[in-house]
């Protein structure tokens, strides 16, 4: 499907959302002097997360004033079928800590479908994006800019396997399902968060999963993964940034992971007091054949 001029449009303002929210991040990234509060929820917010959030929404008042807006740290505007989704910087936690993976997440939805995204990482001099129709890239500009896609692999054996963690998977009631995938695949490597996605659909990595996530957190990855030939979907199999959690691989491998990634029936007991410690024997034995 041929993207429409105005979705090119949308793309082009989603880089200049990107590069303004670069500039503020980098200025305050390892500071000193860097704010640091906890959410109700626990999780941290920062000076930096609170800033690009609010820089974004000014520009897009001003430049898509119809268009509603879904933010991880300030109130939904707006209304009807066009909605902005934010996540001024997904990796807080890195952030905060002085690691330099995190990322700027920007997309663009219509509806339920996302048609574009724009996933940008300035510690890491790397930004990736996509638009329906358009195909997914990795670059610095629009103009300077490589395309991408998904690796061909097609067995569990051969694959690589990105997460986020082990305790999300305890406390969502797989972890045994999650440890069963761990000792199925070749290779496993806790890259985490946007990254795990973007290897993704770069190739480098065949399957990433979290077994609980955010609207904001998935939009923008949704249509990268899309667009570069693979699949994405929560970790029941339903498209799109649906939730629960979200399940991206290169599309040939989708179906066996989601059926080793499937609740137990009502009758099984999981023996939850051992759960966490089959997830690290097999993730021990998956990285013995790396």
């Known amino acids: 499907m041929a993207p429409s001029k105005d979705l090119t449009d949308d793309l082009r303002l989603a880089h200049v959302l990107a590069d303004n929210a ?5 200025a305050r990234f390892r500071a000193a002097d860097l704010v640091v509060t906890s959410k109700p929820d626990l999780s941290h917010v920062t000076d930096a997360d609170t800033a690009v959030e609010e820089a974004i929404r000014k520009v897009l008042a001003r430049t898509r004033p119809r268009d509603a807006i879904h933010g991880e740290e300030l109130a939904d505007t707006g209304w009807g079928p066009r909605r902005w989704v934010i996540d001024p910087i997904d990796g807080t936690a890195n952030y905060l800590r002085g690691v330099p993976v995190w990322a700027t997440l920007i997309a663009l939805m219509n509806g339920d479908s996302v048609e574009l995204g724009v996933v ?9 994006w996509a638009a329906t129709g358009l195909g997914a890239f990795s670059g610095k500009s629009l103009m300077n800019a490589t395309r991408i896609q998904v690796s061909s692999v097609g067995q569990l ?4 396997l990105s997460y986020s963690d082990l305790h999300g998977w305890v406390g969502a009631g797989r972890g045994l399902q999650f440890g069963e995938l761990m000792r199925s695949v070749w290779r496993t490597r806790a890259f985490g ?12 990595v065949d399957i990433a999963t979290e077994p609980e996530l955010k609207l904001h957190d998935m939009a923008a990855l949704d249509v990268v993964v899309r667009e570069a030939g693979g699949v994405f979907t929560s970790i029941d199999g339903d498209d799109g940034p649906v939730g629960p959690g979200a399940l991206a691989t290169n599309g040939r491998l989708h ?10 029936d009502d009758d099984t007991t999981e023996p939850d007091e051992t759960e966490e410690s089959i997830i690290i024997v097999g993730r021990r034995g998956s990285e013995a054949r790396a």
């Open 120 to 128: 940008s990482a300035p510690a890491l001099n790397r930004r990736w």
């Open 255 to 264: 179906e066996d992971v989601l059926a080793m990634l499937a609740e137990f």
């Open 193 to 204: 968060d946007f990254y795990s996605y973007m290897l993704v659909a770069e190739g480098a």
């Open 22 to 26: 670069d500039s503020i991040t980098m």
């Open 157 to 160: 054996a051969d694959a690589s």
